[in-house]
């Protein structure tokens, strides 16, 4: 099956720098990439997704980006807020049913 | 609003009981899953249906049995509590049988004594 690497584990900021988070994944079939967001209690929301045609997405202060030649794909956020505090996920699939998820990270945005 | 809903949101039980979790979404998805998160493991797969009558085991599918008798619902079964099972578990569903984003239930914090 897949499996998919997520680094750094935590990560902390300053208020308006930017942050990215790596993952790396395993199996060259996978070709659907979701990152999911999950603040504290809550349950995990889908912020950004790109699939494997393109190699990079953007939705205001979030991008992804796909390599897939080398198996990774990254979450950049520029300007973070401390609302941007929360757990990311990144999770690849190649059916569109099973989703396998990296370990997380945690994203601190010191103001 | 279509949404996803998981009961109870918290329960506490003790080793060797049977425990039931729910899981009930309105938006006619297809496709549900059950999965476990535990610090240092993200998010695991216990078990899946594409449709009614169909499960299929995830990850980490030992000592979990789930059913899918209509379209809206996919309850998750432990048939005998371990303390091992204490994990905060979610349900998710998803549109259809292509590559489609999944939608997070509110989750269930489950205490095995």
């Known amino acids: 099956g897949e499996n998919v690497e997520q680094h750094p584990s935590t990560l902390s900021v300053q208020e308006g720098d930017s942050a990215v988070i790596k993952c790396t994944y395993s199996?060259?079939?996978?070709?659907?990439f979701p990152w999911y967001k999950q603040e504290l209690g809550k349950r995990p929301q889908l912020i950004i997704d790109i699939r494997s045609n393109v190699g990079e997405k953007k939705d205001q202060r979030i991008a992804v980006t796909l390599n897939k030649t080398a198996k990774h794909f990254s979450l950049h956020i520029t300007e973070t807020q401390p609302e941007d505090s929360a757990v990311y996920f990144c999770a690849a699939t190649n059916t569109g049913n099973q989703f396998y998820f990296g370990t997380g990270t945690s994203l601190t945005v010191i103001p | 609003d279509a949404e996803i809903t998981q009961s109870p949101r918290h329960k506490i039980t003790e080793t060797g009981r049977q425990v039931t979790l729910a899981c009930h979404q309105t938006w006619n998805h297809n496709n549900m899953f059950w999965y476990r998160q535990d610090l240092g493991h993200g998010l695991r797969l216990i078990h899946y249906?594409?449709?009614?009558?169909?499960?299929n085991k995830g990850e980490v599918s030992d000592g979990y049995s789930v059913s899918r008798s209509n379209t809206e619902d996919l309850p998750l079964t432990l048939e005998s509590a371990a303390s091992s099972q204490t994990s905060v578990y979610f349900c998710?569903?998803?549109?259809?049988?292509?590559?489609?984003?999944?939608?997070f239930g509110p989750g269930t914090r489950l205490l095995v004594l």
């Open positions: 998710a569903s998803s549109a259809g049988t292509s590559i489609e984003t999944q939608y």
């Open positions: 249906s594409y449709g009614v009558q169909d499960t």
């Open positions: 199996d060259s079939a996978s070709n659907y």
